[in-house]
């Protein structure tokens, strides 16, 4: 057989290495799909930020999908970035061999191979199927022949590397992690320190310890080094791994309620509400804390139309009117639509506009930051609202502003909802007359 390969991908030195990796794997295993192996194989490959992670993966799945009839994964942190995968891979085919296409379809993110081989033993069939962590819940059932990646691998939960992991078993096919480096905590890192430990089934490779001039000069380290927040610096381009408490939020684990507080018990009840666009899972969030800081329930929708929300969050409003002491709502953007007709239809609840900005969004940080600190407030053990919270990231930029947002690839929903929520508990929540003598 001979193998393809597709025109405009010249691997780089450390890129290179993986790839023959995985060759000699195959040779030595004695095919793709010899069910004779004692075990799957895992590569774990750690990259400074941008040096061809991704670039590597869709090579490799492609190396699989065209010399070996397999069925194929790839998990991303989020939908967009498994779209992104999925059209970059087409778009390879379509230029180099248009005619390996059988079927693509966009919506469920699949793609079917296929070289119409006249000759049973030359005929390749695979598939390749493009998931994301935001679909955890959908991830069951799957069978890999040929190879499951995992790409930036730190901003996917625990719980998705082991509903995924499995789908090997079958066929012992291998798998390839790849990910910049985030904390010291989760699958990303246990598999790494497994195969630098001697796990004999885990191959790891380290590119932060390769010559990357090439992708980033010592003056353009330097520059980054002097504007990029240290954790940041230390994580995205030294390729280090962060002390399980290095993001904006330290001791969040401490503050977990495993036996959290039920809303219907709540004397006073204080809201965040953070309006989202229904894109790229952008969830419009209501958080909800009660009179003792702590987070009883968190609501979240990213499929209804503008018109149902108002209804929705109506509903829950109206339910616990005689408790809600304030609704702290950003008005930003498509809030401001939103909070006008939430009032109308709501005017025994108190609503109060809130204007983001980078000046307001820093007090309310460091608001959180100093309750998390001290263990004043208790949040839900909710794996989407802990993943924001740890991946929150702090920007400074060159005239040394500091701006907070979610890091690249992931949503700050519930982030944000909770930032407005702690904040709503020291917000006005009622009128006051005040007579002097």
Known sequence: MSNKKLIGYKPLPYQKEVNDFFKELIKKDGGVKNKKKNSSHTVVVLSPRQCGKTLLIINQLLYYALNYSTTNMVISPTLSQSRRIYNEILKAIQKAIPHFIEKANENNLELWLSNRAAKPEDLIESKIWFKSDEQRQAIRGYSVSGLLCFDESSFISDETFDLAYPFCDWNKSSVLVCSTPRFKKGRFFELFMSGQTGDENITTFNWANYDLSTVRSSEKMEQLKATVPPQIYKSEYLGQFLDADSSVFNNIEACIDNNPPSIEDA?????????????????????????????????????LTPSQQILWLTEIFQ???????????????????????????????????????????????????????????????????????????????????????????????????????????????????????
């Open 267 to 303: 004397t006073a009840l204080y809201c965040g509400l953070d309006f989202g666009s229904g894109q790229n899972k952008d969830n419009t969030v209501l958080s909800v804390l009660n009179q003792d800081k702590k987070q009883v329930v968190i609501y979240a929708t990213n499929f």
């Open 319 to 437: 339910k616990y009117s005689n408790k809600i002491k304030v609704v702290n709502a950003e008005k930003n953007s498509i809030g401001a639509v939103y909070i006008s007709e939430l009032k109308t239809k709501n005017k025994n609840i108190k609503i109060r506009e809130v204007t983001t900005t980078q000046q307001s969004k820093r007090k309310w940080v460091e608001k959180l930051q100093l309750a998390f600190e001290n263990e004043d407030i208790g949040i839900l053990n909710d794996q989407d609202q802990l993943n924001e919270l740890a991946f929150f990231e702090q920007k400074i930029s060159k005239n040394g502003e500091v701006s907070y947002s979610a890091c690249y690839g992931m949503n700050d929903d519930r982030t944000m909802a909770l930032l407005l929520a702690y904040d709503a508990m020291s917000a006005p929540t009622g009128q006051y007359n005040i007579s002097f003598y």
